[in-house]
């Protein structure tokens, strides 16, 4: 393979040319200045060098056009820089260098066309042979994309944890205590520009550390929150953290009390295609199920109240769904030690944890004056999955009676559980 050194006008300007191809082009140097003999004794080892005879070089340095430049997956092709072949890698100092768009060495910049890459490879031009079957079309593409512009063309990454935050039920006025944190974490290539953003600043206040100076590469910052409702029932937001590229949305949810008060809403949602029933005191549930997140399910416009976890006087009540019966799967509630424990054991059913507190009923189904009876109807298996409705009104009670669901309970009140008012 002939290497051509070549002298130009005034100055001494040498490059190192194979098969018409510019391989090296160090800066022009004065006759005057002595530098030539000393140049030449430095070319001479290197035109020598098993280095120069491999293709890498060719790879390195064709004089593509930047215009062709072909989109890739730029931090893919960074390893495909770095994979040795025949012993070499293209990151090589003597080559374009660990950043290719810095074009150490004076090398021709812009081998940036894929399609000439692969063209090039496939005719072995500049001895390019050792690289066929080496890499993939899509590794080629994603190779060109790191050569043409170096660290600027990887793409900054963030992620975010965790995905969503419900806050415990808090009085209407008051400011929650605990502290509650979003983490940032940059899990890309590149240091990355992190912006904070949210929709409700007055009910959930935050505070963070993301701002001023780039997240370095496996850096994190932390955005804390806080929730001070100003109105009772469900309230929400929606944190955006952006890095420029693409936001995550976190939704942030709570459920504001009257003040004295200590009892939030157990709202019920129906399923018409399979007749079924749902009831949550989940504020991240219940915006999502309003707006239209789990499709097909709409509030009946009945619920009754419930207090939350560790209040008093109540019993925690757990929620299972099962996995049985395909999409027509339920879920189910109890307040009942013994029957949490025995469905935690059936594989039929998944626990999904203890969702909120209730006071239980008497033993003859009756409830402690101030507290309204809520009942539990059972369909029988109708329509080949089971379902449960939870009813605090005794006209619906008896209307699900009269369609054939089983009413569950001890008699003679039949209260499952007991709402207070």
């Not at 496996?218 to 009772?232: E, K, L, T, W, Y």
Request: charged share 15%; glycine share 12%.
């Amino acid at each position: 393979m002939p290497y051509i050194l070549e002298r130009y006008d005034d100055t001494t300007k040498v490059s190192i040319k194979s098969n018409g191809l510019h391989l090296w082009n160090p800066p022009p140097i004065s006759p005057e200045s002595g530098g030539r003999d000393k140049l030449m004794r430095q070319l001479e080892p290197m035109i020598a060098s098993s280095f120069f005879r491999h293709a890498l070089i060719g790879l390195c340095a064709l004089p593509w056009a930047w215009a062709a430049f072909a989109a890739g997956n730029c931090s893919n092709g960074k390893l495909m820089y770095n994979k040795p072949v025949s012993g070499l890698t293209c990151s090589n100092a003597l080559c374009h260098g660990a950043d290719p768009s810095l074009a150490p060495n004076r090398l021709i910049s812009g081998a940036n066309n894929s399609a000439a890459i692969a063209d090039a490879i496939r005719r072995g031009a500049g001895g390019m042979n050792i690289f066929q079957g080496e890499f993939t079309a899509t590794e080629i593409d994603d190779l060109a994309a790191w050569i043409a512009w170096g660290p600027g063309c990887e793409t900054p990454a963030i992620s975010v944890s965790p995905a969503s935050i419900v806050f415990a039920p808090q009085a209407v006025g008051s400011t929650s205590t605990g502290l509650t944190y979003i983490i940032v974490s940059n899990t890309g290539p590149v240091p990355s520009g992190v912006s904070v953003s949210h929709s409700n600043a007055v009910e959930f206040p935050i505070s963070n550390t993301c701002g001023g100076d780039k997240l370095p590469v496996g850096g994190v910052c932390a955005i804390r929150v806080s929730f001070q409702p100003s109105a009772p029932g469900v309230r929400s937001a929606t944190v955006t953290v952006d890095n420029g590229v693409s936001p995550r949305l976190i939704g942030v949810y709570g459920s504001g009390t009257a003040a004295g008060s200590n009892t939030v809403d157990a709202v019920e949602y129906y399923y018409a295609e399979f007749d079924s029933y749902f009831v949550t005191a989940q504020p991240d549930e219940v915006v999502k199920l309003d707006n239209g997140v789990f499709a097909g399910w709409a509030r009946t416009g009945l619920a009754f109240k419930v207090h939350p976890i560790g209040t008093s006087g109540s019993l925690t009540v757990c929620r299972f769904y099962s996995v049985a019966f395909g999409l027509k799967s339920a879920h189910f509630y109890t307040p009942v030690a013994g029957e949490c424990a025995r469905l935690k054991s059936n594989p039929d059913w998944i626990f999904e944890g203890e969702v909120f507190a209730i006071p239980g009923s008497g033993a003859d189904g009756t409830c402690a004056a101030g507290r309204v009876p809520v009942y539990r109807l059972y369909n029988n298996g109708e329509g080949g999955a089971p379902n449960h409705r939870y009813t605090n009104v005794p006209a619906i009670r008896d209307a699900m009676i009269a369609a054939g669901w089983i009413l569950e309970g001890n008699g003679p009140g039949f209260a499952f559980m007991c709402a207070p008012q």
